[in-house]
């Protein structure tokens, strides 16, 4: 609803709000409940209050609006800067947790073999198909790559 954050209505935020703090990262989700911030199946005052405890109790964040501020229209381009910055805390916060949560894996090495000519292996190289022709419309652009997703904790999900 890009015309609702121009003006700055509530109900074009509240849904970022809510992603951020609950759907974003089950740890996250499940590091507040933990904490005593239960955020689900609140009216959407009680849910913002909760929010502004647990950003300023847990993630070190004191909202520039207050909860009345965040309900009136107007503070727009205030309210897209919370909402930016309670997105990248909920992301650090995950990080942060999923850190935590796992211990480092160690990655087995092979042993060093010396290289040999695949002649010596016993293995014939894999046949070179000389038909492909790349196109124009072929080449993908970096920028068409879809974003990575925060990394997954292994944690059970979030409850409901």
Same mark, same amino acid.
């Given at each position: ?10 109900? !074009? ?6 992603? !951020?703090?609950? @759907? ?9 409940? %933990? ?8 009216? %959407?005052?009680?849910? #913002?209050?909760?929010? *502004? &405890? !647990?950003? &300023? ?6 909202? /520039? #609006?207050? #909860?009345?501020? +965040?309900?009136?229209?107007? +503070?727009?381009? &205030?309210? $897209?800067?919370?909402?930016? %910055? $309670? ?19 160690? &990655? =087995?090495? =092979?042993?060093?073999?010396? *290289? ?9 190289? /894999?046949?070179? @198909?000389?038909?492909?022709? /790349?196109?124009?419309? @072929? $080449?993908? @652009?970096?920028? %068409? /790559?879809?974003?990575?997703?925060? =990394? ?9």
């Amino acid at each position: 609803d890009v015309p609702g954050l121009h003006e700055g209505r509530p109900g !074009a935020l509240l849904p970022l709000l809510h992603f !951020a703090l609950l @759907d974003l990262s089950p740890p996250l989700c499940r590091f507040l409940s %933990d904490r005593g911030h239960e955020l689900r199946a609140k009216t %959407d005052l009680r849910f #913002v209050e909760g929010a *502004w &405890r !647990a950003l &300023r109790e847990h993630l070190g964040y004191s909202p /520039a #609006v207050t #909860v009345n501020q +965040f309900f009136a229209t107007a +503070f727009a381009e &205030r309210k $897209v800067l919370l909402c930016h %910055d $309670v997105l990248r805390l909920a992301m650090q916060k995950h990080e942060e947790l999923c850190a935590t949560s796992s211990p480092p894996r160690s &990655r =087995r090495r =092979r042993s060093p073999q010396p *290289w040999r000519p695949a002649a010596a292996r016993g293995s014939d190289p /894999a046949p070179v @198909d000389e038909t492909f022709s /790349a196109e124009a419309g @072929d $080449v993908h @652009d970096v920028e %068409d /790559a879809p974003k990575t997703p925060p =990394r997954p904790c292994p944690q059970e999900p979030c409850p409901p």
